[in-house]
């Protein structure tokens, strides 16, 4: 495979959890601004009113799909898609399929999936998402960070608090840096000033 390439294990481990999480703190933080959120996942504003409805359909078929036993930011939004192609959380240190190459377009079609996803739980169901995140950035022990490090995961030990709000936060001064980078004007003031709020 040429060109750019990520792995299946830190896409899905790793990459989509951050790109889905993003997407659930925007849902939540802009409950009641279906238009913004819309903008956010690439919708024409007329049309983003009824795209966000939809996205109650896309919440339920996730939670149908996601594991009840602990809920949390990889079993909401990565396992599912981990075992479409064999790989489970108790064979995931064994199977060779989590160190498959991906393309970058493979890649950007899941994360932009994923953030979507992330939308609609983060939007329709935030006491769900609340309880993903809490079990999400609860301290780890030593053995977990052991088993993640097997995976060929490098993940960051040292953990501090983590609250909702501060993720909230952080996705919205996300969104506000991209579009004064990428996107002036896409925006209106007052759409601004509400994703202000959010910081």
């Known amino acids: ?49 009824e795209y966000v409805k939809e996205l109650e359909g896309i919440a339920r078929k996730i939670l149908a799909k996601a594991s009840t036993d602990e809920r949390s930011i990889l079993t909401l939004f990565s396992y599912p898609d981990l075992e479409a192609f064999g790989v489970y959380p108790e064979n995931m240190m064994r199977t060779k399929t989590i160190r498959r190459k991906c393309d970058s377009d493979f890649a950007a ?3 932009d999936i994923a953030f979507s996803k992330g939308a609609a739980i983060g939007y329709y169901h935030p006491d769900i998402f609340r309880e993903c995140w809490e079990s999400t ?9 052991q088993k993640w ?28 840096e991209w579009c004064d980078s990428y996107a002036p004007g896409y925006l209106l003031d007052g759409e601004i000033a509400i994703i202000k709020s959010l910081t």
């Open 1 to 49: 495979m040429g060109g750019y390439f990520v792995r299946l294990g830190p896409l899905f481990m790793g990459i989509v959890p951050w790109v889905a999480q993003t997407g659930a703190c925007l849902g939540l933080g802009l409950h009641g601004q279906p238009v913004i959120l819309g903008k956010l996942l690439g919708v024409d504003p007329e049309k983003a009113d």
């Open 109 to 111: 079609r899941v994360t």
């Open 137 to 145: 950035y609860r301290m780890r022990s030593e053995d977990e960070w």
């Open 149 to 176: 490090r097997l995976a060929g995961l490098n993940l960051q030990e040292n953990q501090t608090p983590n609250p909702l709000e501060s993720g909230i936060a952080a996705a919205a001064e996300t969104v506000l």
